[in-house]
Structures are given as structure tokens and as C-alpha cells.
């Protein structure tokens, strides 16, 4: 069955620190998509990004980098020199189109950069 | 582009009453998704619609239903609502394999 974990439940850093979080997910499919989302206090998910599984490659979104690892089946976030309005609950996320093709959501990693 | 919008964005109702929740997609989307969110349970999937068509069922009870018009806009409806059902719900228009949310309605029921 598919499932994104968030292991990370909350984390505090100091602005302009580095800060990654994690999720690890599981599949039977060899075609998925993962994604990452922001929901800021306003409550809206924001998306950020989507890969497929046949894209390994790391994508960086000026201080928004990406992850991706088949080998431990990990989809791991990082933001660089973080600031304040990145406070925010973050969601990875698994789709198979193949299978059910529903987008099923981790448990969401609450951010708060501390000015 | 207009992003989705859902209606209305707050709602109290009390228990056993039943309560309609709508969503409007970005224009040209055709599928839509609906989602609960609780702090216990985090973001859960309710249903998607495409066209009109239930495409896909979360793990609801009954009470929980909803329906897609022509213009592509959805409607959900809890029955007999229960203190529980006190969340928000989301809803969120899909293209391909991205998917845009709305604001959502947070309902409190008492």
C-alpha cells in the first residue's frame, strides 16, 4: 500500500539557518509522483513542486532545493538561509497513477523559523 | 487565472444537521478533489469527481457524499453530523498531475 511518512513532526530553527525536512515513502509502483506542499497559517496549500519516479534528478527553486533518492525511498526538502515567512506546515506526498491515481499526504512537518 | 474557490469559508453548525460545502475550480480543470483535515488525522482524502464521475473514494462513512455538475463545479454534503466532522475541508482542482487548493471551509460543529 502506499504511504508518506513525515517523521519529523515539528522543528524550530533560527533564521538564515539551513533546514531539511524529511519524508520517506512507500510503493509498489514503479510510476509515481511525489510532491511537497507549504500550508501557511491562511491555511491554503500551496503547491511547490512535483517529480515523477523515472526523474531523479534534484531540483533547487531559489533557497527551495529537492532530493530525490529511489536507493531509500526518500523525497527530502531543504531550504537554505531560511526566513521568517517560511514558518508554515509542510506535506510530501505520493500519487500512482497506475493504481488508484489518489494523492495520499504524509502527516505534515510543522516549520517555525524564529526570527 | 482565478484559483479555486470554496463556500462558504467558515461554518457552525450543530450536531445532526447536515451541511453543503462548494467548490469552484480553476477554469478548465475538470477534476476535483475533496479533503478533510483534523490535527489528529491530518489531511485525509474524501472523494475526487472528473467529469462529472466519482473517480475515486477515501475511507468516509455514507454520510459523507458528493457530486460534480457540468461546469465542473462539486458540491460536498455531510449528513448527520457528529462533533467529529468539526475540520476543514479542502478542495483542490487537478490538471495533470498538479493540483491546486483551495482556501477551504473550516466547519466547527457543536
Same mark, same amino acid.
Given at each position: ?115 | ?13 450543530? &450536531? ?38 466519482? &473517480? ?10 458528493? &457530486? ?25 482542482? &487537478? ?16
Amino acid at each position: 500500500a502506499q504511504k508518506v511518512t513525515q517523521a519529523q513532526t515539528e522543528i524550530s530553527v533560527v533564521e538564515k539557518e539551513d533546514v531539511t525536512l524529511d519524508c520517506v515513502y512507500e510503493t509498489r509502483d514503479t510510476t509515481y509522483y511525489l510532491f511537497w506542499y507549504k500550508q501557511p497559517p491562511s491555511g491554503e496549500l500551496v503547491f511547490l513542486i512535483r517529480r515523477n519516479s523515472f526523474d531523479e534528478q534534484n531540483e533547487i527553486s531559489g533557497r527551495y532545493s529537492w532530493n530525490f533518492q529511489k536507493s531509500t525511498s526518500s523525497f527530502n526538502f531543504t531550504i537554505t538561509a531560511s526566513q521568517v515567512v517560511d514558518s508554515a506546515v509542510y506535506f510530501c506526498a505520493l500519487s500512482e497513477p497506475n493504481r488508484d491515481d489518489k494523492i495520499i499526504f504524509g502527516k505534515g512537518t510543522r516549520l517555525h523559523i524564529l526570527p | 487565472k482565478a484559483g479555486v474557490t470554496q463556500t462558504p469559508r467558515y461554518l457552525i453548525k450543530t &450536531r445532526g444537521q447536515q451541511v453543503t460545502l462548494s467548490c469552484s475550480p480553476i477554469s478548465g480543470h475538470r477534476s476535483v478533489s475533496w479533503y478533510q483535515q483534523t490535527p489528529g488525522q491530518g489531511l485525509q482524502f474524501l472523494f475526487e469527481y472528473f467529469s462529472e464521475t466519482q &473517480r475515486n473514494k477515501g475511507n468516509f462513512p455514507g454520510r459523507f457524499s458528493g &457530486r460534480q455538475f457540468s461546469n465542473s463545479r462539486s458540491e460536498m454534503n455531510v449528513s448527520t453530523l457528529e462533533l467529529g466532522d468539526s475540520a476543514l475541508y479542502l478542495c483542490a482542482s &487537478r490538471q495533470d498531475y498538479e493540483q491546486y487548493f483551495g482556501p477551504g471551509t473550516r466547519l466547527t460543529v457543536t
